[in-house]
């Protein structure tokens, strides 16, 4: 092998990683709802299991991105590891999709379907490169460039793996080549190989589509070459994983090394039974050479065949990983909320985002409903916990807007980069809420250290007031969680009859204070009160609208309200004029 041809050898290569990689991330894109759609029926059961593992490795053309998710869930307390094992052994079925597609170089010279002769396969590959480079930079349409870019990616990595394929002809007639091909029948050289040339390149599809190029043109791969190979391949995909969990805790640690006992065990299982066979029984096939098809073949049989035989024991390996990582007294009880691993897929990251955001509402939603009762019924310790949970409200804040700003740098979706701007604009309104009821306890604090009361009148009207606050927190906050539209439109008109509320309690306030019926220290109390429920209602709204404007595209919030007042006038002025009549002050 000449100097020359070593040098094609490695520009194939980075051509067919840079087409994995390009691949990769636009069918992660292309697909990020629906992965989030299948990580949303992750069950106990493990058959589904193992066919959303599948699914979601073909989707991002890696087992080893799968297995880091899975690391990223477990980590974060979302799934436990009982729910992850039959995941990991469906991955290693849906990464066999990767050396099917790269067996399709196999074609190269060849008629497709004997239309034309000048239809083989590289003009089918170069028709598709042209189509999706013209998608990718000259259209506007978000959807076509990545179907552009997965088009180029897919090209790319066929380009690649004929450029290796060419550059490893002249090793067919090579006899010291043959001599180092042989050496690899021996099942611990070629294990080792296979899991060291795959840990290198921290990609078992890389690696396969090397031997799947030199076996297309060196004639020199048989199955008792290819096997051990292989399965050392499948062992060096679980270094990514290794090192993902690095800084975890004990139960991420153990979806790692759940993913490596499977593959070692599978390797050992299964080459013993392979030796024994043809030890036994004379087999003069497994001596015959081998194509990137009968790799995929072989490749596909052993993934699908050992998680059949491993997935009866889910509980044996959880148990065994558990034995490996030992629980201690000096563990952490609370969990990270959230984990960077998921980044390298953001539409999982978001949907962990809003998982979280969804805790974070529902404490914020407890904690205004506490501030209120304390108006009429203070109590010191639900007061102090009032203050607990606005700090720990801040900290979520924080937290998810650092998370969601990581999450905004990547390559995202139009409907993603909608989901994230929204997510943080209702983060703010969250906390700004749980600012809302800590001035309302303060208020509280007040009214009970000076133990003074509104009058009778006052007490009738707040309560009025109150009740309308209740039911757009609870309107709005449900919404949000349900992500229900519907019920979203019918928090602007009840936002509406807030505000006519607030004015018509200033303007009475300002005749008891003439009549001598209130004092102005009371007063400035329910102004605070008044302000800050008003205020609230105007964060329930701005909740309400930004779930509308990620399913209707709309513009910003202002305008929105604008547009949603004069288009749908009368629908908005029936809703208004019933919340109205519901919420009349008494005379």
Not at 313 to 340: G, H, N, V
């Amino acid at each position: 092998m000449s100097f020359q041809d070593v040098l094609s050898m490695i520009a194939g290569l980075c051509v067919f990683m840079f087409g994995m990689h390009t691949l990769s991330s636009a069918l992660e894109k292309f697909a990020g709802s629906r992965i989030e759609t299948l990580l949303n029926k992750m069950t106990s059961n493990p058959v589904k299991g193992v066919a959303l593992g599948a699914a979601v490795t073909a989707l991002l053309q890696s087992s080893a991105a799968t297995t880091v998710m899975m690391v990223g869930f477990v980590n974060s307390g979302l799934l436990k590891l009982s729910q992850v094992i039959s995941v990991i052994m469906g991955a290693n079925i849906g990464t066999t999709a990767t050396a099917w597609l790269v067996s399709l170089s196999s074609l190269a010279g060849s008629d497709v379907s004997g239309i034309m002769s000048v239809l083989n396969f590289n003009t089918v590959v170069t028709i598709i490169a042209v189509v999706g480079i013209v998608f990718a930079m000259f259209t506007k349409s978000d959807k076509k460039k990545t179907v552009g870019y997965i088009m180029v990616g897919f090209s790319l990595l066929m380009i690649g793996m004929n450029m290796m394929s060419g550059a490893s002809e002249t090793l067919k007639d090579n006899p010291d080549f043959t001599k180092f091909m042989a050496m690899f029948s021996n099942p611990v050289l070629g294990v080792v190989a296979g899991a060291l040339l795959t840990a290198v390149l921290q990609s078992s599809s890389v690696s396969i589509g090397i031997l799947q190029s030199i076996s297309n043109q060196t004639g020199t791969v048989t199955y008792k070459i290819a096997l051990p190979i292989l399965l050392g391949q499948n062992i060096g995909s679980c270094v990514t994983a290794l090192i993902s969990s690095v800084g975890a805790n004990k139960a991420a640690k153990r979806v790692a090394i759940v993913h490596l006992y499977f593959n070692l065990i599978g390797t050992v299982v299964f080459l013993s039974l392979f030796y024994l066979v043809i030890a036994l029984i004379d087999i003069p096939i497994v001596n015959e050479n081998l194509n990137a098809v009968g790799i995929a073949i072989v490749h596909s049989c052993f993934n699908v065949l050992a998680t059949a035989l491993f997935l009866p024991f889910t509980k044996q390996l959880e148990k065994l990983a558990c034995l490996t990582i030992r629980d201690s007294k000096d563990d952490e009880a609370k969990m990270p909320i959230l984990d960077k691993r998921l980044l390298n897929t953001p539409a999982v990251a978001i949907e962990q985002c809003k998982n979280v955001a969804y805790k974070m509402a529902d404490l914020t939603h407890k904690t205004l409903l506490m501030s209120i009762d304390l108006v009429n019924n203070y109590d010191p310790k639900i007061a102090a916990e009032i203050v607990e949970n606005e700090n720990t409200i801040d900290i979520y804040e924080d937290k998810i807007g650092s998370y969601i700003l990581q999450v905004a740098s990547k390559d995202l979706s139009v409907s993603d980069s909608q989901a994230v701007s929204s997510l943080l604009h209702t983060i703010g309104d969250l906390e700004r809420i749980s600012d809302h009821a800590v001035n309302i306890t303060e208020a509280a604090e007040e009214m009970h250290d000076k133990k003074i009361k509104f009058s009778p009148a006052a007490e009738k009207e707040m309560a009025v007031m109150t009740a309308a606050l209740r039911e757009i927190l609870d309107m709005s906050f449900s919404a949000f969680l349900t992500n229900d539209v519907a019920l979203a439109k019918e928090v602007e008109p009840l936002e509406d009859v807030i505000d006519g509320i607030r004015t018509e309690l200033k303007n009475r306030h300002v005749e008891r204070l003439r009549n001598g019926i209130c004092t102005i220290e009371l007063g400035f109390i329910l102004q605070d009160l008044l302000t800050n429920y008003e205020r609230v209602s105007d964060h329930c709204s701005n909740i309400a609208v930004c779930l509308i404007q990620i399913k209707e595209n709309s513009l910003d919030t202002h305008e929105y309200i604008n547009e949603l007042k004069k288009l749908e006038k009368s629908e908005f002025m029936d809703e208004f004029n019933d919340y109205r009549s519901k919420y009349l002050l008494p005379d």
